[in-house]
């Protein structure tokens, strides 16, 4: 885990929404970041992979938002015969992702700036775990992931727990259900995040979401 590389990033459980502090603070991490996070019994790329990976077919084409180090990607390749473009902010963890050699795609792009590098209906799956933490506002975000998928298309992302409520998620999925953007078809009770992580131990837990694009 780095150390505070930018004043507005003061901790991992704090977090920021600051764009320029999150690539800093994650490129100063990309190289210990797998050994750590496996260190803390991270769990969410797995347990995401586990509701995407039913809904896909052979072949199917994701697009991995916020890949990281390729956590996630590397969780649905052994899976699934999937194929994977990723998106990030941080070039080294884009580096990292890419040294897996499981991605079609890497390319740097910051998540608020909409709309995604991607064309309408390109995706027949998109999957956020672990990132929706570093944007203020997801809605924007998740209504262009509902344009990039196909209808029918899986999206999948996570939140944790203790800002599902002050960040407006069960009022976001209600809206894009109504303006018939997606059907919300799971949502996890919060489950284990980082139990090996002091910060976040069993008080903060990440819950799950699997809707399809309409």
Wanted: net charge negative.
């Amino acid at each position: 885990m780095p150390e505070n590389s930018d004043d507005s990033f003061t901790s991992l459980r704090d977090g920021s929404t600051d764009a320029n502090a999150v690539r800093a603070y994650y490129d100063d991490w990309a190289k210990e970041y797998d050994s750590t996070l496996d260190g803390w019994d991270y769990r969410a790329p797995g347990d995401a992979c586990d509701l995407l990976a039913p809904c896909l077919a052979s072949g199917a084409h994701v697009l991995d938002v916020g890949c990281g180090t390729g956590l996630f990607g590397a969780a649905l390749r052994a899976r699934c015969d999937a194929k994977i473009d990723g998106l990030d902010i941080s070039p080294a963890s884009l580096d990292r992702a890419g040294a897996r050699a499981i991605y079609a795609h890497l390319l740097r792009h910051d998540l608020n700036m909409l709309p995604l590098p991607a064309d309408t209906n390109a995706y027949d799956a998109a999957a956020s775990v672990g990132v929706l933490t570093y944007i203020e506002n997801a809605e924007p975000l998740l209504r262009d992931l509902c344009r990039v998928v196909r209808p029918g298309g899986a999206i999948v992302f996570t939140q944790r727990d203790d800002l599902w409520t002050p960040r407006d998620f069960p009022q976001i999925l209600d809206r894009l259900s109504q303006d018939g953007m997606w059907r919300v078809e799971t949502i996890t009770q919060p489950r284990a995040y980082l139990p090996g992580n002091d910060e976040f131990g069993d008080e903060i837990k990440v819950i799950h979401v699997l809707c399809k694009a309409v």
